[in-house]
Each structure stands twice: as structure tokens, then as C-alpha cells.
């Protein structure tokens, strides 16, 4: 059996993937369980942390390996990671996230900078970063960046076997969504091979992000009445942009008939309207944009408008501007 080139005191190599729904951290945490623990023979762990919605709430997930022999007494997340992998840069300044990092950490990250930005990015003390355009790959094999991660987190280890990896990919995408299994494969061979990874002495540069336990910040003395919204009208604030995996509607303003389907539709408002004149001179309700930043990239609305106005682009090549404004001229398409 290989063995594992770096272990805590407990006898474990400790990976933490970082990421939000809709991505495939969970099973991107299953498959590479089940290749370390299956298919190479160590023995181990795998579990994950996620919220209740689909698309946007923080998913982790935890893989531990350790010698067949060693038994496994601890099922606590993950404080300090061997391997980090970060599916979104969008998620960096999510709090405690690069927690517990230190000189012997891999961080990975999906990400189309080089090492040297994206440590000033994340203002990580030390390591080794790994990045990968995970979603550029995954836009063009149609797949999802969760098997361009793995794929690198395969070459960035030094020790996890590509082939068990593949094999797991295949058994759980399985017969039910076989027609995935090539574009992932072809996916994993891409992250495998196209990243870039550099070390960095701990310089100064920035301090270190040790794990600390916050503590019970609510007790009987200060804990609010249940069910009771102290904080109403909050999700106006929600950015969901980190939740899109690649794409966006854009909207042809000059084609579109304010008909209104596409507000039908959309799980998250994001549509803006005002009372106004339409093409035909009466007054109505007018679409002005989409507010990309509650659009989740769901795509609902492109399919149920009959007037062509809406439109999908890959969201790295689209202007700047459409996102600012919120809707396009056929010129900036
Ligand atoms: S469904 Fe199409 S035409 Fe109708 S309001 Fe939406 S974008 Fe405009
Ligand atoms: S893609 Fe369309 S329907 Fe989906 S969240 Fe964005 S605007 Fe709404």
C-alpha cells in the first residue's frame, strides 16, 4: 500500500474542501473517500457539512486517510488541513476558511491566477498553492469544476492514485448518468494536468491563520425569542453571484416585451421593474435589468422566453458592462 507522505498526531492525512452548493463538493469528498479508502486500501473517513437550500449555502466536506492499521476514533471536521481545496475564489472572505493552514499545507485553489496572485488574494502566511481554471475547464467539457479539482488534488498529493479516482467516478455516476462519465473523465484528465502549484516560505507577508474555537456566543441569558425575525429584509443583500457555475442570462433589451414570464419563473427576483410607457406607447410595467447579484445562473428564464430576449453567455467572456448595467445592447453581446 502507499503510504501517506505527512500525517498529524493522530495518524491522519487531513483533507477540508471548501466550497458552496451546486458545485459537487460532496461528492467530489465521496468519490475521493471511497478511492483513498476502497480502492487504495487505507482505512478512513468522509462526511460533509451543508445547509438546507440546493444552490448557495457554505458546503464542506472532510476525507481523512490513515494506515489500514489505525483505527478511526475521531469524526470532527477538519481544523488543520493537510490539503485545503477552495472551489470558488468568490468564497474568500468567507471567515475562517484558510483556519488551521500552515507550512505543510496544499492549498488548492479553482482559480485562473497564478500561485503568486492568488496568495496575495487569499494573503495566505505559507504553503504550497495549487491553482487551476476549474471552471473554464468545466465550461468546456460541459461538466462541473468539482472533477477538475479532484483531478488536481490527484497530481497535487503525490500519493492518491489517479486510476482509483477514475474508477469511483465512473461507479458513482454509474449507469443512471453514464452519458456524464466521459466528459468527467476527460474533465479529471484536464485538472490533473493543467495547474500550476508553487511553495512559499513563510515571509512575513502575512500572519498566520491558526484555528481557534469561537466559543457559545448565546446561552439562556441572551438567547433570542424563537421564531422571531430580528433582522427582517435582509436577503435584499444576499449575493448569490458565487453561486452561477459559469453562465448567465443576459438580457436583449431591445427585443424584450416586458410580457413578465420571466419574473414567473425565477426562484430569486431578480428582475428589476418600473411603472413606464411600452413600445407601443401604454403605460405599464417596464423590465429594466436583472440584478446579477441574486441571479444564481439557474437559466429558468432563458427557457421560457418566447421573444428570444433572453440569452446565455459563458460569464468570464461576457463585458464587464452588462453586469453592471444589467442588461445588453446587441453590441456588447
Ligand atoms: S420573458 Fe422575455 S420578453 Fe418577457 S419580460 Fe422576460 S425577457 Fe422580456
Ligand atoms: S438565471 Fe434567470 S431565473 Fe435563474 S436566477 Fe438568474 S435571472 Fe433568475
Sequence with gaps: MTDLPITNEMGFYEIRMESIGGFGANLAGKI????????????GSNFSSYGSEKKGSPVKSFIRFCDANTTVRVNSPVTEPHMLVIFLETI?????????????????????????????????????IVTVDAMKIAVEEKTRVNTALLGTVAAASGFIDPE????YIRKNLGKKYSFLIEPNLKTFERGLKEYQSQFFEDDGKYP?????RDGQKLGYMNQPMGGVILTPGTTIHKDLTASRSGYIPVLLKDKCT????????CPDYCFDWSRGIDKKGREGQILNKINYEHCKGCLRCIEICKFNSLISRVEYETDNKVLEVGYSTSELV
Design 164 to 167: 482509483s479516482i477514475k474508477d
Design 208 to 212: 498566520a491563520q491558526p484555528f481557534k
Design 92 to 128: 474568500l472572505d468567507t471567515p475562517g476558511l484558510l483556519s488551521g493552514t500552515g507550512n505543510d499545507t496544499i492549498v488548492i485553489i479553482n482559480s485562473a491566477s497564478s500561485p503568486s496572485e492568488a496568495r496575495d488574494k487569499m494573503k495566505l502566511q505559507c504553503g504550497t
Design 258 to 265: 416586458s410580457c413578465g414570464e420571466c419574473d414567473i419563473v
Design 32 to 43: 475521493l473517500g471511497e478511492a483513498g479508502i476502497l480502492g487504495m486500501g487505507f482505512n
